[in-house]
């Protein structure tokens, strides 16, 4: 993800949430069973009964219990971390300016090359929102392989799904697909106009005879760059 460290710092704070928890609930339950009953007639439950832990055992179970969800949690969120930051990169490429100057483009083959730069930046995307899409199932079963206990594994799991900004992710999913879909029509419109253009007196800058053909560059242009920064604000939103 754009930067997931903040969701990671959540992860953690959750994880000792839960393990407090279950340390101060021990405790307690060890503490109710130490204290003998007020009631004259009651007789002492059996020894089998009573299992007392020590507090070098809690800390060690509540250190185990952290490492399972730890592992667990980064098994899920560390392959969404990866493809975030492959998908930023892939993004990068198509943002540089040069993307945007059709001088800068040897012949049609090189044009068929970034459109297919484009289409693995549709697939990235395409894998990423699957991967948000399955993050409650996932991080189930990734509890599970850990033997996590099943109320603690819950609670875990929901905590973090809550923690996602998902009203942010969803809407920079949306931009990325716009994104996609603009840079590949500017490379069809390349293809079709290929040689209508000269280069410009500024950089990155082309000039075109026909005005129609001007128009509906500018107009390809614009979009994309309009789109571009609406998903750095998103990015930006992200690590909020």
Known sequence: MPNMNLVSLRLALLILCVCFALESTTLHAQNQTAVPSQTPEAKPA?????????EGQVQEMVSKLKDRVGNAANQVIGRIQKEET???????YLRKPERLDPNTYASRDEIAQWRASVQQLNEKEALLERLYA??????????????VNQAVAEQ??????????????KKKNELMRQFVAENDELLVFYDKNWGSW????????????????????QDLKERINVTALQIEDQYKALVQ
Do not use: C, M
Not at 134 to 147: E, M, P, R, V, Y
């Open 156 to 169: 875990v799991k929901n905590e973090l799904l809550k923690s996602f900004p998902w009203s942010t992710i």
């Open 134 to 147: 399955n993050a409650d199932q996932d991080l189930g079963n990734a509890l599970t392989q850990q033997k």
């Open 198 to 217: 000269k280069s410009g007196p500024d950089k990155n800058t082309p000039t075109f005879n026909d005005k129609q053909i001007a128009a509906a560059y």
């Open 86 to 92: 492959d998908l930023r990169i892939k993004y990068s």
């Open 46 to 54: 059996p020894s089998t009964a009573q299992h007392a832990f020590t």
